[in-house]
């Protein structure tokens, strides 16, 4: 089992950042790839961005693509995601996800492990 805890959320101003974490604990060797899903109220969990273990380049929504970027601090088992300019409809939950397979990285149902979710508004 691997358990994902998620920080750093809260109310920003339009214009403005914030940096997510989401450490893993448990058996986080057997991880091979870790992600960002946001969810706004009333909408569906939309995929962000993800950093699958062996590939130098993480995968990034195109949606969001220039506005974040994730990293990894492989000694921490922690993972981050950067948000830069937000938006007001960047308002939502954010939830990590890790899972044990490469494949399907851009799609919820291809993660088995979720955190609780950190709550991200964006103030106009």
């Known amino acids: 089992q691997v358990q994902l805890v998620e920080s750093g959320g809260g109310l920003v101003q339009a214009g403005g950042s914030l940096r997510l974490s989401c450490a893993a604990s448990?058996?986080?060797?057997?991880?091979?790839?870790m992600g960002w899903f946001r969810q706004p109220p009333g909408n569906e969990r939309d995929f962000i961005a993800t950093?699958?273990?062996?590939?130098?380049?993480?995968r990034i929504a195109d949606s969001v693509r220039g506005r974040v970027t994730i990293s990894r601090d492989v000694a921490k088992n922690i993972v981050y995601l950067q948000l830069n300019s937000l938006k007001p409809e960047a308002t939502a939950v954010y939830y990590c996800?890790?899972?044990?397979?490469?494949?399907?990285?851009?799609?919820?149902?291809?993660?088995?492990?979720w955190g609780q979710g950190t709550q991200v508004t964006v103030a106009t």
């Open positions: 950093i699958i273990w062996g590939e130098e380049t993480p």
């Open positions: 996800a890790a899972d044990q397979t490469h494949v399907l990285w851009s799609t919820s149902s291809a993660y088995d492990y």
């Open positions: 448990g058996c986080t060797e057997s991880i091979s790839k």
